[in-house]
């Protein structure tokens, strides 16, 4: 039962490397550029709370020279006069204006920083932000005081409209009716690519994004333009970028420590950071009770030189580590209802263990040819282990009681023995590099990039189940069946190539268009992809407090592996990519409102999900039907409204709902008809997509005591209703069990020794502490029981029961979180 499939295609990744190279010389070469000994200006901009901002105008008062800050926040203006009046400005802040005096012959440093057009009400700081694109800002310094299970920034994304999640263990999520893989994630336009074996949140290392490195973060749940990539679902476009002021920043608690050092030269900077999370006492507190042991570690490093004022280098390198050891001692589960409660006892002998180990370096070339237009050559190589293996037998004993009461008598339904056996290699290699072309002109923006890529994949599966219902012997013995037999080494190697164009361009003060084009191929489907994308935003009367959002556009997913195999292990070499086009429209409106400035916004969109492949979701397992193929819909709207209620606290609250099915192409079943009558042939039309979840609610609600205002207190509140659900191995029409609802509380409160309001504050702090603060956190404060996924058995009259897997109960943790003092 051993097969091998192999599909090569070095011949296409080879005239695609030449083809970049020829285009690069070509265009490098293109340009005379001659350094001249000139007086030049160059900076970076931030909001008052340091965040970077792209797209600020930076014009010399009574001159043709005028620029924009780009995507990092930097603006050069190259030649200037040795006297200006330099005039910032951007829709949302306030305009500043600067009269400077030059040094000649030399370049001058001018950074900036623009305070948003605010409402002063009781005194109460206002941070007003606008993003003009599908995109939300998200302010990391608000993840140090959110209480995590994970420990990963990613889970503050599942408080955004239009995302889903179910797994406090985990850090992945489901947007809009996607799945996991269907979400973007960019580090100064680098796209990061993360493991691909996790099946259950508690294997789960830290998520990628570091947010004590990050300068910002945008998320946009759709309708996102073509200079993002070939994904259906999301996008997490994060910067890391040139750091203030030397920082060094701590922090620890029961479930892990992370250290931040950023450090500023005059023309370079280097950021790193050091992360380590522990989650064996979260984890002893589930209904397997055993011996865990966890390790996950995140190490990163940024390094970017100013070789010359028009030529930059940036380095970045990122290695992760998570292992988790299991020894399963004994599971007590109970469940049902109140008139009839049904037990599952196991007793284990074995050992399970996941290893996940992804390392990847980033080099990325810049260079100015003017104040308006750049070129940018980023190159990537990530490389990922993965390891999966599990040697373990349960005996188990299945129960029936009538009623909860200790004296309730009880039938036996079953008893048995389960043998799991899994020895798994996962081997992922992917080097890409892109060419990208900016060019700045008075009323638009014009962008454009070709990437090539190529992915070496090599798997190795073997895994096999063994029951035996008289739970008294071992294997190898007659009395064990065996089934989902599974033994399959796949190797593939992929060539793609993908380029875009893309215009941002204002046709009025009011009204901006962003249009562009992405083309997509690969060689593993011999698929051209084309995806037309528009997006568009008014705002009424140039008001800054009402934006119109509309957008359209096609969006293509070609298959990475995943999608390629099959449940029995192999790959389906007919495979196709997946299509959709997606309709969005949006409201943002601030006004004055319980006594703070608020924001109220709202999505409507609808997806036409044309050609899909379908998937069943285990835990956190996606296993694609690849040789299937279905067609769908997902709609919905996004309600959010935010604002400060205490000073310098945000509070958001956001509800959501969605309605995804799909279709599955020449997919029926059979009834057997009663004796002398004919069978009865079922097509089962549109089915619940694993990820229709139909509510969602989420309340991020922060607050200050009034007697006391350094102490606050943090409550993250989740709902999200059932998800479908079927045993493993079955067909997508059999999935009509459900997942309950989620429903979860988490409450956090803190404290800040060196908080400007104090009334007191220790010599010692005010000394060395730029910040001190003290957390004390209740994961899951309500103690519900919400479940990942089931674990199904049969009893003696072959009756099949879901007996749920509980995900983590009521826990307490203690964070300290120190920043230092440098000056």
């Not at 969006?555 to 449940?567: G, I, K, T, V």
Request: charged share 25%.
């Amino acid at each position: 039962m051993n097969r091998s499939g192999i599909f090569c295609h070095y011949d296409f990744y080879r005239a695609a490397r030449v083809r970049c190279c020829f285009l690069i010389f070509t265009f490098l070469t293109s340009f005379n550029v001659l350094g001249q000994d000139v007086s030049s200006i160059r900076g970076t901009v931030r909001s008052s709370k340091g965040e970077i901002l792209s797209g600020v105008t930076v014009q010399v008062k009574g001159s043709k020279y005028i620029t924009q800050t780009d995507r990092e926040g930097v603006y050069l203006i190259n030649p200037v006069p040795l006297n200006i009046t330099l005039s910032f400005s951007r829709l949302g802040y306030k305009t500043i204006t600067l009269e400077l005096g030059l040094l000649a012959s030399r370049e001058n440093v001018q950074d900036v920083e623009l305070n948003p057009e605010v409402q002063s009400l009781d005194e109460i700081n206002i941070t007003e932000k606008f993003s003009g694109s599908n995109f939300k800002i998200m302010e990391t310094e608000k993840f140090s005081a959110y209480p995590s299970t994970s420990g990963s920034f990613e889970s503050l994304i599942k408080n955004m409209p239009g995302v889903s999640a179910n797994n406090e263990l985990s850090s992945q999520y489901s947007v809009r009716g996607g799945n996991f893989d269907e979400n973007l994630l960019y580090l100064n336009d680098i796209e990061i690519f993360r493991p691909l074996s996790v099946s259950k949140g508690q294997q789960e290392s830290l998520g990628f994004v570091n947010p004590d490195m990050a300068t910002s973060v945008r998320f946009s749940a759709g309708g996102f333009e073509a200079r993002y990539g070939d994904k259906l679902s999301s996008v997490l476009d994060v910067r890391y970028s040139r750091p203030d002021s030397l920082s060094l920043e701590a922090s620890a608690s029961f479930l892990g420590t992370s250290v931040t050092l950023k450090v500023p030269f005059k023309s370079s900077y280097i950021l790193a950071g050091v992360r380590n999370k522990k989650n064996q006492d979260l984890l002893e507190r589930q209904n397997l009770a055993g011996n865990y042991k966890s390790k996950f570690s995140d190490y990163q490093l940024l390094y970017k030189q100013d070789i010359t004022p028009r030529f930059n280098l940036s380095l970045f390198g990122n290695y992760n580590k998570g292992e988790l050891d299991v020894v399963p001692g004994q599971r007590e589960t109970e469940f049902g209802t109140s008139d009839e409660v049904l037990k599952l006892f196991v007793n284990y002998d074995g050992v399970e263990t996941t290893k996940f180990e992804s390392a990847m370096g980033a080099v990325t070339f810049a260079y100015n040819f003017s104040n308006t237009s750049s070129v940018k050559w980023i190159s990537s190589l990530t490389g990922i282990n993965e390891s999966e293996n599990t040697d373990l037998l349960g005996w188990y004993t299945f129960d029936e009681r009538a009623g909860l009461g200790p004296k309730k008598g009880g039938n036996r339904l079953g008893q048995g023995s389960q043998y799991d056996f899994v020895n798994n290699r996962l081997k992922t290699l992917v080097y890409n590099s892109e060419l990208r072309i900016y060019k700045q002109y008075r009323k638009s923006f014009l962008e454009m990039g070709v990437r090539v890529q190529r992915d070496r994949i090599r798997d190795k599966v073997e895994e096999y189940i063994g029951l035996d219902s008289t739970a008294y012997s071992r294997p190898p013995s007659a009395s064990w069946t065996y089934s989902d037999i599974i033994t399959e080494q796949n190797e593939i190697n992929i060539g793609r190539i993908n380029g875009f164009f893309q215009n941002t361009f204002s046709v009025s003060p009011y009204i901006t268009f962003a249009a562009g084009v992405r083309a997509n191929f690969n060689s593993f489907t011999d698929e051209l992809l084309i995806s037309p994308r528009l997006s568009f935003m008014y705002y009424p009367d140039n008001n800054d407090g009402l934006l119109l959002r509309f957008s359209a556009g096609a969006y293509s997913q070609a298959p990475y592996y995943r999608e390629l195999r099959n449940f029995n292990g192999s790959l389906n070499p007919n495979s196709r990519s997946q299509h959709s086009y997606q309709l969005l429209s949006g409201l943002d409106r601030k006004f004055d409102g319980l006594g703070t400035r608020l924001k109220f916004t709202s999505e409507i969109y609808y997806k036409f999900l044309t050609r899909l492949t379908p998937y069943k979701t285990e835990d956190l397992k996606v296993r694609y039907f690849s040789d299937q193929l279905s067609k769908g819909y997902a709609a919905g709207v996004d309600l959010s409204l935010s604002g400060n209620f205490a000073k310098e606290l945000e509070s958001t609250f956001r509800l959501s709902f969605m309605k995804t099915e799909e279709d599955i192409k020449d997919d029926w079943y059979i009834i057997p008809g009663a004796t002398g009558m004919p069978n009865t042939i079922i097509e089962p039309g549109y089915l619940r997509r694993p990820s229709d979840q139909r509510v969602n609610l989420g309340i991020l609600f922060q607050d200050r005591l009034l007697q006391n205002p350094t102490y606050k207190v943090h409550l993250n509140l989740l709902f999200a209703s059932s998800l479908p659900t079927g045993p493993p191995g079955s067909q997508r029409y059999e999935d009509v069990f459900k997942i309950p609802a989620y429903k979860r509380v988490d409450i956090g409160f803190s404290k800040d020794f060196a908080d400007p309001d104090s009334k007191r504050i220790a010599p010692f702090v005010k000394k060395y502490f730029q910040s001190l603060s003290a957390h004390a956190e209740i994961f899951n404060l309500l103690n519900n029981k919400n479940t990942a996924s089931y674990l199904w058995l049969k009893d003696v009259s072959t009756v099949q029961y879901a007996v749920p897997n509980y995900l983590t109960f009521r826990k307490f943790n203690f964070r300290i979180i120190a920043k230092l003092k440098t000056r």
